[in-house]
């Protein structure tokens, strides 16, 4: 927490929306509290604010939304008074001297995500519902961009997959790749990298933008937090990460974005639909590998620099399929290690 006597930030010395960020982002720091820890305490105050929300309105420029506002500052320990004086001057810069025509700088609203299903154990906190017609839009969504047919070859009409499922047992795996994984213990490999042995784990973002916890390629034989499959449909995973320090959690699309260039994360696992996974079985271009679709944008994950990007510390994103090699995934079974780091 923040040491005694010294007082919090000033937000009414921002003129702009970037310099409010920045007292936000200094409010935080004042705070002493990691995202995970001002989620969990604003959930214990009755407010909705993900981990993956609080990394995302602070690493940008623009105008969180005014119950983010609010709660954040509650949660980094603001009484209701001093967060009102937050919110208003958000309030004030969203409407502030902006050219006539131009929309406000204010981030879009947080796409609400699906209603919970039984939360996993060990360390799932249970969250607000929020309503089933959103996945159901979403892959509507999926059908209309095109992928139905892609899908359709993975999941029957009657949602069977017509096959068993079984793990890869090596990256060089020659046996194709069935349409279902049995529940358990993995690696999983990005398949432009399987020469390299990087396999996705927990890292920072290489520009030092935030310091919250991502998706990365990182050495395999290194790999943290252990990674567990989960099916919740046919087809369809959680992919849990658990954290001798942390527990468990769900790999997040970064605030249930459906575009382009959203980062996946760990976040308390709610069974919304953007922490949630086609596993769609190819052979191509490796034989014996799965694309990782996100449910609510029907989108492929991949590394954020796209094929050439093959060092340590690549984070994993979102993005438009295109059939290249970091956007296939090899899944080699394994036990729980319990790495630290």
């Not at 310099?19 to 995970?36: M, P």
């Not at 959930?43 to 604010?49: R, T």
């Not at 609080?54 to 954040?72: C, D, G, K, M, W």
């Not at 308390?268 to 953007?274: I, Q, S, V």
Request: with cysteine.
């Amino acid at each position: 927490m923040s040491e005694a006597g010294t007082q919090p930030p000033n937000p009414d010395e921002a003129t702009n929306p970037a310099e409010f960020v920045t007292a936000l982002r200094a409010l935080r720091e004042w705070s002493g509290l990691t995202y995970r820890e001002l989620a969990a305490k604003a959930d214990a105050s009755g407010d909705a604010l993900p981990s993956s929300t609080i990394a995302s309105a602070l690493s940008r420029t623009t105008l969180p939304r005014q119950q983010v506002v609010q709660s954040f500052a509650r949660a980094c320990g603001l009484g209701d008074a001093a967060a009102a004086r937050w919110v208003a001057v958000r309030n004030r810069l969203a409407v502030g001297p902006i050219s006539s025509g131009s929309p406000d700088p204010v981030e879009e609203a947080e796409v609400a995500t699906a209603e919970p299903v039984a939360p996993p154990a060990p360390a799932a906190r249970p969250r607000r519902s929020r309503r089933a017609i959103v996945v159901i839009a979403a892959l509507a969504a999926v059908i209309g961009s095109g992928t139905a047919l892609a899908w359709k070859g993975t999941l029957g009409s009657d949602g069977s997959n017509g096959s068993g499922g079984r793990a890869v047992e090596s990256s060089g795996a020659s046996t194709p790749a069935t349409a279902a994984l049995p529940d358990g213990w993995y690696l999983i490999q990005p398949a432009h990298v399987r020469d390299r042995d990087l396999c996705l784990g927990e890292g920072r973002e290489r520009n030092g933008r935030t310091d919250r916890p991502l998706a990365v390629q990182r050495a395999c034989d290194r790999i943290s937090p252990d990674t567990f499959l989960k099916a919740v449909g046919v087809g369809v995973y959680e992919i849990e990460w658990h954290h001798p320090k942390e527990g468990a959690g769900c790999l997040t699309v970064d605030e249930a974005l459906t575009g382009d260039g959203a980062l996946l994360a760990p976040d308390n696992c709610t069974g919304a639909a953007h922490q949630r996974y086609l596993l769609e079985a190819t052979n191509v271009p490796v034989p014996g590998g799965y694309r990782l679709r996100p449910i609510h944008s029907g989108l492929c994950v991949g590394a954020l620099g796209g094929p050439a990007d093959v060092n340590p510390g690549a984070e994993a994103m979102q993005a438009n399929c295109t059939g290249a090699l970091d956007q296939e995934f090899l899944f080699v079974a394994t036990k729980q290690a319990g790495r630290s780091s």
